[in-house]
């Protein structure tokens, strides 16, 4: 015979109740509190600089009214800038201004990956995707599966063409790793960008549960950098109804403009603050007063200057081995020591020294995440075990390249890739756009295995 429940208590009803309410109440305040601080923070970084100029030249308007009239003038200035692209004569001048960014050393550099970047992930509605397909991709390893975005093909040496796929990471879809797979290890999807960024930012919430799939992307004969940029430009059709998609249009390319610059920006606001910013209270020792306005210029000046002589003097003999001692001094302390070898690790991967040829900072293709797919990594140095040499591969993440994993194999599992860790460093920042036709390569050289 059963025992009756008993009814439960008011308290515990109260308690239930307001478990509930507080759940949706999250459920309401989180997005909404996630939205607002992702507004302000593009605001901060936008139209928040130009708060200062409109103080100056209305000195009476309200101090509420300061962030209106400047958020109007920023969208405005998008907008403009979306109308200049539009037209013949603005698209020569934005290719002209594009010309004179990729002049300048460090700025090409960031400029030229994050243009590359918002043209893979960017949306269009009256021009075709700059990406050639969504994709499931066998990653970590056969069996499972990962969304993947192919920005490209790329011929290996003695095999086939592969797709370039950026297999983005969650919940940030802006950052991930290159890989190169086959094209049967593909399976195409139909999937938009958008539906691409809802799945991945939320973890696989939001991802569809039925999967269609799409036809594979052609593999082009040559997929270049200027082929690509012909055929968006042969695609995109100008807009010629007016009202909501008039506007749209304009507004989306003014901010497919406007971003790279706005990251370029804050790149360089950020080394500057790292390194002349540093520099620039030392101003005030030398024996002549340096004006406000150049005292920046000083500064980079100066510190190009230390780092030449410190570059100078440690290249001398006598220097070098105090520079061992000072470092195996470092390496004594435990936690110091850890960040010292990352950094210097990093370091000695993204730079390239053209006089010397070591085994460091050699691009290679190693198996990844499985075997049958490859990526691009670079050689931080050899160890040993019972079985033999383990080359030691930093696998870094694109577009940011100053993370990534460790990977350790077997030197007959790699190929050395004949490029320049320059033309590999562009490679992956550009998520595979700025590749070349072919990757040729080469048995890892035994050499430097002694």
Same mark, same amino acid.
């Given at each position: 015979?059963?025992?009756?429940?008993?009814?439960?208590?008011?308290?515990?009803?109260?308690?239930?109740?307001?478990?509930?309410?507080?759940?949706?109440? /999250?459920?309401?305040?989180?997005?909404?509190?996630?939205?607002?601080?992702?507004?302000?923070?593009?605001?901060?970084? +936008?139209?928040?600089?130009?708060?200062?100029?409109?103080?100056?030249?209305?000195?009476?308007?309200?101090?509420?009214?300061?962030?209106?009239?400047?958020?109007?003038?920023?969208?405005?200035?998008?907008?403009?800038?979306?109308?200049?692209?539009?037209?013949?004569?603005?698209?020569?001048?934005?290719?002209?201004?594009?010309?004179?960014?990729?002049?300048?050393? =460090?700025?090409?550099?960031?400029?030229?990956?994050?243009?590359? *970047?918002?043209?893979?992930?960017?949306?269009?509605?009256?021009?075709?995707?700059?990406?050639?397909?969504?994709?499931? /991709?066998?990653?970590?390893?056969?069996?499972?599966?990962?969304?993947?975005?192919?920005?490209?093909?790329?011929?290996?040496?003695?095999?086939?063409?592969?797709?370039?796929?950026?297999? !983005?990471?969650?919940?940030?879809? +802006?950052?991930?790793?290159?890989?190169?797979?086959?094209?049967?290890?593909?399976?195409?999807?139909?999937?938009?960008?958008?539906? /691409?960024?809802?799945?991945?930012?939320?973890?696989?919430?939001?991802?569809?549960?039925?999967?269609?799939?799409?036809?594979?992307?052609?593999?082009?004969?040559?997929?270049?950098?200027?082929?690509?940029?012909?055929?968006?430009?042969?695609?995109?059709?100008?807009?010629?109804?007016?009202?909501?998609?008039?506007?749209?249009?304009?507004?989306?390319?003014?901010?497919?403009?406007? =971003?790279?610059?706005?990251?370029?920006?804050?790149? *360089?606001?950020?080394?500057?603050?790292?390194?002349?910013?540093?520099?620039?209270?030392?101003?005030?020792?030398?024996?002549?007063?340096?004006?406000?306005?150049?005292?920046?210029? !000083?500064?980079?000046?100066?510190?190009?200057?230390?780092?030449?002589?410190?570059?100078?003097?440690?290249?001398?003999?006598?220097?070098?081995? $105090?520079?061992?001692?000072?470092?195996?001094? !470092?390496?004594?302390?435990?936690?110091?020591?850890?960040?010292?070898?990352?950094?210097?690790?990093?370091?000695?991967? $993204?730079?390239?020294?053209?006089?010397?040829?070591?085994?460091?900072?050699?691009? /290679?293709?190693?198996?990844?995440?499985?075997?049958?797919?490859?990526?691009?990594?670079? =050689?931080?140095? =050899?160890?040993?075990?019972?079985?033999?040499? $383990?080359?030691?591969?930093?696998?870094?993440? +694109?577009?940011?390249?100053?993370?990534?994993?460790?990977?350790?194999?077997?030197?007959?599992?790699?190929?050395?890739?004949?490029?320049?860790?320059?033309?590999?460093?562009?490679? $992956?920042?550009?998520?595979?756009?700025?590749?070349?036709?072919?990757?040729? +390569?080469?048995?890892?050289?035994?050499?430097?295995?002694?």
């Amino acid at each position: 015979m059963k025992t009756p429940r008993k009814p439960a208590s008011m308290g515990h009803h109260i308690q239930i109740t307001l478990q509930r309410y507080l759940i949706r109440g /999250v459920a309401v305040v989180v997005p909404a509190g996630i939205t607002v601080y992702a507004v302000m923070f593009c605001y901060r970084i +936008t139209a928040a600089h130009l708060t200062p100029f409109l103080r100056r030249f209305l000195v009476n308007i309200p101090d509420w009214l300061v962030p209106i009239l400047a958020m109007s003038l920023f969208l405005g200035g998008i907008f403009l800038l979306g109308s200049l692209a539009t037209v013949a004569v603005g698209r020569r001048l934005i290719e002209v201004f594009e010309w004179l960014l990729r002049k300048i050393p =460090v700025i090409k550099s960031i400029y030229g990956a994050t243009r590359q *970047l918002i043209q893979i992930i960017s949306p269009s509605d009256d021009a075709a995707p700059k990406y050639q397909s969504v994709v499931l /991709v066998p990653f970590p390893h056969e069996g499972n599966y990962a969304i993947g975005l192919v920005t490209g093909t790329i011929r290996l040496q003695h095999d086939v063409p592969h797709y370039k796929v950026f297999v !983005v990471t969650t919940p940030n879809p +802006t950052s991930g790793y290159l890989c190169f797979y086959r094209p049967e290890q593909t399976r195409p999807l139909q999937f938009s960008v958008d539906q /691409v960024l809802e799945s991945v930012t939320s973890g696989g919430v939001l991802f569809p549960e039925n999967l269609s799939a799409a036809a594979r992307p052609a593999l082009p004969e040559a997929d270049t950098p200027e082929k690509t940029e012909k055929h968006h430009a042969e695609t995109a059709a100008p807009p010629t109804k007016r009202g909501r998609g008039f506007f749209k249009t304009r507004f989306v390319s003014g901010i497919f403009l406007i =971003v790279p610059l706005v990251v370029t920006v804050m790149v *360089l606001e950020f080394l500057f603050d790292l390194t002349v910013g540093k520099v620039k209270p030392f101003i005030s020792m030398l024996p002549f007063a340096v004006p406000v306005w150049a005292q920046s210029i !000083v500064a980079a000046l100066l510190l190009l200057a230390v780092l030449w002589m410190v570059g100078a003097v440690f290249s001398l003999f006598i220097f070098k081995k $105090l520079l061992q001692g000072i470092e195996a001094a !470092v390496l004594r302390v435990p936690l110091i020591a850890e960040i010292y070898k990352v950094s210097k690790q990093v370091v000695d991967v $993204l730079t390239e020294e053209r006089d010397t040829e070591t085994a460091r900072k050699m691009p /290679v293709l190693v198996d990844f995440p499985s075997p049958g797919v490859k990526g691009l990594g670079f =050689v931080t140095g =050899v160890s040993k075990d019972e079985q033999g040499p $383990l080359v030691r591969i930093f696998y870094p993440t +694109t577009p940011n390249i100053s993370v990534g994993i460790l990977i350790l194999a077997r030197p007959q599992d790699i190929q050395r890739c004949l490029l320049s860790a320059e033309d590999a460093l562009r490679l $992956l920042l550009s998520v595979g756009v700025l590749a070349p036709e072919s990757l040729p +390569t080469e048995p890892f050289p035994a050499e430097f295995l002694e």
